[in-house]
Nanobody, 126 residues
Framework: QVQLVESGGGLVQAGGSLRLSCAASGRIVSMSVMGWFRQAPGKERDFVAITWRSGNTNYAHTAKDRFTISRDDAKNTVYLQMNSLKPEDTAVYFC????????????????????WGQGTQVTVSS
């Protein structure tokens, strides 16, 4: 059993930055992959970024060059550094974890994860 708790969201002006944190109750090295997703009102929950146990990463094209996912295995915490924020980045941001690796998954769909945090609100004003 793993619990994930996001923090670091808030209100920021366009062009500003935020760093989100995802603290896990268990060891994140036990997870095959950790991911960040976001969901705006009336929208689907969309992939943002993922990091594998090895530290390798993958990003949605909307996040590339602006967002950085990182991990601190000693603290069992995953981060999402968000720079150059835009109003369209406004959403609830969720942390997710997948336990066992599946070669058929790309881990860009929310259905491919076992655990979810409660989300943290990010609001970007014009």
């Amino acid at each position: 059993q793993v619990q994930l708790v996001e923090s670091g969201g808030g209100l920021v002006q366009a062009g500003g930055s935020l760093r989100l944190s995802c603290a896990a109750s268990g060891r994140i090295v036990s997870m095959s992959v950790m991911g960040w997703f976001r969901q705006a009102p009336g929208k689907e929950r969309d992939f943002v970024a993922i990091t594998w146990r090895s530290g390798n990463t993958n990003y949605a094209h909307t996040a590339k060059d602006r967002f950085t996912i990182s991990r601190d295995d000693a603290k069992n915490t995953v981060y999402l550094q968000m720079n150059s924020l835009k109003p369209e980045d406004t959403a609830v941001y969720f942390c997710a974890a997948r336990t066992y690796y599946s070669g058929g998954y790309h881990y860009t769909d929310s259905s491919e994860y076992d655990y979810w945090g409660q989300g943290t609100q990010v609001t970007v004003s014009s």
